[in-house]
């Protein structure tokens, strides 16, 4: 079972910026794509960001592109989450996420290993 162990988070303020990082205990065939999801209080998760370990093909919600960027490298097993420009409907549980699907999904289910989640908030 891989697991994923995420770090980053904390309490932000509007407009500063903030990375996450999630590093995989191994790389896996079922592992071919990764993303970042989040959850807001009382809201579905929802996806945020994805890519796959070329790195060539990210891809992004419309609520964060061109102010979020993911990036992985493969040498560290590492996927990271920049997000700059941060808004208070940013704040989330943010959760890494591992996909044997080399196309495009953006549904949890379609996800089979999570990390344990870590926690945004952003103040205005």
């Known amino acids: 079972q891989v697991r994923l162990v995420q770090s980053g988070g904390g309490l932000m303020q509007a407009g500063e910026s903030l990375t996450l990082a999630c590093v995989a205990s191994a790389r896996t065939d079922n592992m071919r794509s990764m993303a970042w999801f989040r959850q807001a209080p009382g809201k579905e998760r929802e996806f945020v960001a994805r890519?796959?370990?070329?790195?060539?093909?990210?891809y992004y919600a419309t609520s964060v592109k061109d102010r979020f960027t993911i990036s992985a490298v493969n040498a560290k097993n590492t996927v990271y989450l920049e997000m700059n420009t941060l808004r208070p409907e940013d704040t989330a549980i943010y959760y890494c996420a591992a996909t044997q699907a080399m196309e495009l999904v953006t549904h949890p289910s379609d996800y089979h290993s999570w990390g344990q989640g870590s926690q945004v908030t952003v103040s205005s």
């Open positions: 890519i796959d370990w070329t790195g060539i093909t990210p």
